[in-house]
């Protein structure tokens, strides 16, 4: 069954094992957050209202999305933070406790279309009835222009000539958030390399392939995906290689330059710069996924089973090291937590158990608020249309009425 430390606040249905924990009342002592919005530089203190109530506001930068989580006394011993990695506002606390290396709620502007310079307003409530702590945030309207976060970041390249550390890059003058770096191309007549935001392995910007020097392949970032994605260039020996990252508003542009010419990659805006697939076991090839044109958070894909018992995950650019998987694997859709995109699900796989030749439908919807109903499937007609819930060959992979 589901583990409801994990997520026993994201849901508001019965609970099919025990009851959900409670958690203690915020313990005595001055709240602070810490955040990617300064470089995670500084601990800044938390206003309680009244009501209880805990608020604080910042600015999204250049990127659109910002990390944080909070700390008592300015002491990361005594950390609060979510359950997972990159949390959105449903997954339960942790803490006060040290912190877990990567556990930050995230903030991503760019599904909501929120510019840079957004003022967001961030929330901490507890509920009194079990003592759950509820964070939230949301975009301020301002009128005029939004104002910019003081704070500069910096930006630094790790190349196949720096011994896997990062390397400052250099701000180019009178130009806002464009950086550079310089170096020789070495002796195996080729560097690969990548980037990331203030040092920060939680913010890497990379291609959307791995050792890929082909033009139209994707920036992707900044998070914490990108290990072993990196950008290839070929030359002759001791050739001089520019490299630039330009970064506005979410956007960026990474320049490659030497005597054999200039290579430009940029990244996709919006919704569309989401690529997902299913890598199953009835096929040898990862199959794309379709957006709903109703839901734009919602990814479908029909297949058709070859064995009673299939197998799969589903991938962010095909790639099986950013996974989407089960807490648990075996179970029917619904009844775990899903996992991920990360590279933690190697063994650990949803499963389709029916007839061979069923028509499935695999679904990803990403604002799901019940985590374990990110991905979910269901048996389909030979019509392409979902089972009525209670005909027998529903049973596959149902346990109750599908979210829609």
């Known amino acids: 069954g589901s583990n409801y430390d994990f997520c026993s606040c994201c849901f508001k249905g019965s609970y099919t094992f ?42 999204l930068g250049e990127t659109r999305c910002e990390s944080f989580y909070f700390t008592l006394e300015k002491n990361d011993g005594f950390a609060i933070f979510p359950a997972t990695k990159n949390a959105d506002m449903g997954i339960r ?9 990567g556990h930050s709620w995230l903030i991503d502007g760019r599904d909501e279309e929120w510019p840079e310079g957004s003022l967001i307003h961030i929330t901490l409530a507890a509920n009194p009835e079990n003592g759950f702590r509820h964070i939230a945030w949301e975009r301020i309207e301002e009128e005029g222009p939004s104002e910019m976060h003081p704070f500069e970041h910096s930006y630094s390249i790790r190349g196949s000539w720096t011994a896997n550390r990062f390397v400052p890059m250099t701000k180019v003058p009178g130009r806002r958030n464009v950086f550079e770096y310089k170096t020789r191309i070495g002796i195996n007549g080729s560097e690969s390399f990548q980037f990331a935001r203030d ?68 990244s996709v805006d919006g919704r569309h710069r989401k690529k997902f697939g299913v890598l199953g076991t009835w096929s040898e090839e990862c199959q794309s996924m379709k957006q709903d044109p109703s839901n734009p958070d919602i990814y479908r894909l029909t297949v058709e089973a070859n064995r009673a018992t299939e197998e799969f995950q589903i991938v962010v650019d095909e790639d099986p090291k950013r996974a ?12 775990v937590f899903v996992c991920g995109p990360d590279s933690e699900g190697q063994n650990c796989s949803f499963t389709l158990q029916g007839e061979v030749g069923m028509l499935w439908e695999v679904v990803l919807n990403l604002k799901s608020e019940d985590k374990r109903w990110t991905v979910y499937w269901q048996p389909l007609t030979s019509e392409g249309t ?8 529903a049973k596959f992979g149902i346990r109750e009425a599908l979210p829609m």
């Open 18 to 59: 025990g009851q959900p924990p409670t958690e203690s009342a915020m313990p005595p002592g001055k709240l602070f957050i810490t955040g990617s919005w300064n470089g995670w530089t500084a601990h800044d203190p938390v206003d309680q209202a009244p009501d209880g109530v805990y608020h604080y506001f910042t600015r």
């Open 93 to 101: 606390t942790i803490g006060p406790w040290m912190r877990e290396e």
């Open 199 to 266: 040092a920060d392995e939680s913010q890497l910007i990379y291609p959307a392939f791995p050792k890929t020097s082909r033009l139209g392949v994707p920036v992707r970032g900044a998070d914490d995906l990108g290990k072993g994605l990196e950008w290839t260039v070929h030359g002759s020996r001791s050739d001089l290689l520019s490299l630039r990252l330009e970064v506005h508003n979410g956007h960026f542009v990474v320049l490659a330059s030497s005597s054999t010419g200039t290579r430009r990659w940029e």
């Open 324 to 335: 989407y998987y089960p807490e648990v694997a075996g179970f029917p859709a619904g009844a």
């Open 386 to 393: 979902p089972m009525l819930q209670w005909s027998e060959e």
